[in-house]
């Protein structure tokens, strides 16, 4: 991604935060913000009509009355617009997670995975092509810059406190020795986590991670049909007893 767009991502951060607009200082910021924010609502849109690789933002400015050249003022490119909504995706399930874990008692630690996953579940149903654009398939031709990667971490930051958690009341399971190359795959995550966090904990909860988004994206794209039963109520009961058959394994729960 070039430096100018890199550029226009980072000020159109200070303007476009869990799909909200941020207080501007000046009458031209603040309708800069409100077009950002018109251009963002009306990209999601085509979002989910269109899907993100036929994104085009000559559309997004044909919705919005304006013509091509208008809008490329505010974004530079069709990469951006997708910069600008995959941030904003990553923010809103972000702001849904930390909620949810914020509303359950700190002691409570299989209880705050629960609501950690139905919330990520809950977020995904409502937001299926949100939920596509950050966990599904690569858009073709893209390359996420690094301002996607502070949101981007909301999520997995907020499990790996309830690991942090687990550790400091002396809950977590006793370390099982990992092979060497296996250590070794592990070290990027290990730069980012407290110390305290052993590397078998971390691999426990990156199989958490995958369990988690691979029983959601199996219900969202279709690959549950026939396979169990459409009624939503039992949908959430075999999302519950997966997701508490993961907080067993991790060690956050005993075994039944």
């Not at 060497?180 to 110390?195: F, G, T």
């Not at 169990?228 to 394994?249: G, I, K, N, S, Y």
């Amino acid at each position: 991604m070039s430096r100018a767009v890199l550029s226009f991502v980072a000020a159109a951060l200070l303007v476009v935060h869990d799909g909200h607009v941020s207080t501007a200082s000046t009458a031209r910021e603040r309708a800069r913000a409100e077009i950002t924010r018109e251009i963002v609502e009306v990209g999601r849109a085509h979002l989910a009509r269109e899907g993100a690789a036929a994104l085009s933002l000559r559309a997004v400015a044909r919705d919005l009355g304006m013509v091509s050249s208008a809008v490329y003022r505010y974004v530079p490119n069709r990469d951006a617009l997708l910069t600008l909504l995959i941030i904003d995706a990553y923010n809103s399930v972000g702001a849904a997670v930390e909620g949810a874990d914020a509303a359950q008692r700190r002691s409570d630690l299989p209880g705050r995975f629960l609501a950690i996953a139905r919330s990520v579940r809950g977020w995904a149903i409502e937001h299926p092509h949100e939920y596509a654009l950050i966990y599904g398939s690569p858009v073709p031709g893209y390359a996420a810059p690094e301002d996607t990667t502070g949101p981007a971490t909301r999520v997995p930051m907020v499990l790996i406190g309830v690991l942090v958690d687990m550790v400091a009341d002396g809950r977590a399971p006793q370390p099982r020795r990992l092979p060497r190359k296996v250590r070794a795959s592990l070290a990027p995550m290990m730069q980012a986590v407290p110390d305290t966090v052993s590397e078998d904990l971390m691999l426990r909860g990156l199989s958490s991670w995958g369990t988690l988004l691979g029983t959601i994206s199996l219900e969202l794209f279709g690959h549950l049909h026939n396979v169990v039963e459409e009624d939503p109520a039992l949908r959430a009961a075999f999302f519950d007893h997966q997701m508490t058959r993961v907080a067993v394994d991790l060690g956050l729960a005993p075994e039944d």
